[in-house]
Structure formats: C-alpha cells, structure tokens
C-alpha cells in the first residue's frame, strides 16, 4: 500500500496536456515561468513508471530519446518545429494506450470518520493520553496501530480483533505489575475478579467496571462468528478501549 496525493494524478494531467499542445519556441529547460519541456518530458516518464503502467512506458519509450536530445542543449534553448511536432505526434499516439491502461486502475479514497483519520493511519500514539502509547507492549501497539488502520480503511470487524487483543495485552501486564508474578494462564474475568479483591491496590473501580464491561458486551461475542461490527460500533468501541488503557497506563511505570 502506497499513500499517495491526489494532486500528484492532477499535475500528471497538466503533463500530458502540455505535451499534447507543446509548439514550436517553448522554451527547453525551466525558466523563472515554471517547469518546461525538459521537466515535463522527465515528469511525464517518471510518473509511469510510479504508476507501474508497464505498457504505456513501453509505447512512450521514444520520448526518452528526445529527453537525451534535449538535455545537452544551452540553456536558452527553445523548441524547433521539427521537435516539438515529434513530441505532439509521439503523445497523440501514446494518449490511447494511457488512457485504454488506467481504465484498469481504481483509486480508493479513505473517507472522513468521527475519529481523525489521520492519525488512525500515521499517528494512532496522539489518540492515547500522552505517554500512554510508549508505555503498553509491543503486542499492543502493533494492535492499536493495526486497528486505527482497520477503522480508517472500514474493515470495522477486523478492527474490533485488533482493539480488543490490544486491550487484553495490557491488562495482562497490568495485572502482572499489581500481583507481582507471572501466570501462565491469564484469563481477562479472572484477572479482573482478582484484582477487585486486592482492595489496598487501589484500583480504580471505574476502570475495573469498565474491562468487565469490555469483557462481557464486547470480547466475548467477538469470539463468535455471528457477531459483525459496523463502522459506528467499532468507533465506539475504540473510545472504551482507550480509555481503559490510558487509565491502566497512567499506572505502568
């Protein structure tokens, strides 16, 4: 997966149209007016080959020997007529091969949610209270940063799994720092029941009611296959989770 802008797709249109409409006395190399011939000529080729257009680099293949005859000429150099008409008629015969190839190519655009998208896909740490992120394991940042890369790309489902395995992987190691030892075997209602029984912890009950909560609407039904998100519920469940991982968190040392 590449991330792209789309202005990049627009200037390649102004390319191929200057290329199209280039004559006779266009300047060769740049000027203080903006990139000419030359840059087009290089820009033109550069972005078939970004776009992987295997066969429309082959028919422009041509232009790479105007590019070579260009490119030694002095700098106030301007188009000949026999030069720039090679350029018109080579893109006049290049244009339906472009166009017949692109109409194989579909772009995707990651539409607005009510969580930046954004920083679901670049920066998921800046969701979390500040230092939160830097805190949890490894597990759980590649789950978190996995599932804001879900909600973004609407896989809602797949983002519930990320979300909630990140959120299972903290508690584990919360509940390790507060009982002081390693378990083999730890399951999340039981790791919540015992800490609810070490009072002098001080564990907020807010958070333990929270993870039970978790637990029981929302990690146990995802285990089963009947259960589907939408893109709504997922956004919602991202809230409860981070929450609860910043409130363990802001625990961890």
């Given at each position: ?21 280039i004559s ?38 041509p ?22 008409k090679?350029i018109?008629?080579?893109m ?29 896909l ?25 599932g804001?890369?879900c909600?973004?790309?609407e896989r ?17 190691f ?5 009982v ?15 800490l ?11 958070l ?46």
């Open positions: 997966m590449k991330t792209k802008s789309i202005f990049g797709y627009f200037y390649f249109g102004t390319t191929v149209r200057y290329l199209q409409d006779e006395g266009y300047h060769v190399h740049d000027t203080e007016r903006g990139a000419l011939a030359l840059t087009n000529l290089r820009r033109f080729l550069e972005t078939l080959s970004d776009l992987d257009l295997q066969v429309t680099k082959r028919a422009a293949e232009l790479k020997g105007i590019v070579r005859e260009l490119e030694p000429l002095p700098e106030d150099a301007r188009l000949t007529a026999t030069q720039a090679k018109n008629d080579l006049e015969r290049i244009r339906p091969t472009l166009e017949a190839e692109l109409e194989g190519f579909e772009a995707y655009v990651v539409t607005p949610k009510r969580i930046d998208v954004v920083r679901l670049k920066d998921v740490p800046f969701l979390l209270a500040p230092g939160a992120f830097s805190k949890i394991s490894d597990v759980a940042r590649y789950d978190l940063t996995e804001g890369k909600i973004a790309f809602p489902t797949a983002a519930a799994f990320h979300i909630l395995r990140a959120t299972e992987s903290v508690l584990r919360y509940y390790c720092g507060h002081k030892r390693n378990r083999v075997n730890l399951m999340w209602g039981q790791m919540v029941q015992h609810r029984g070490r009072p002098r912890e001080k564990i907020p009950e807010t333990l009611n929270n993870l039970d909560d978790i637990r029981l609407h929302f990690r146990n039904p995802t285990q089963h296959p009947e259960k589907v998100y939408d893109i709504q519920e997922v956004q919602d469940l991202w809230g409860r989770c981070t929450d609860a991982i910043n409130r363990m968190a802001a625990d961890l040392t």
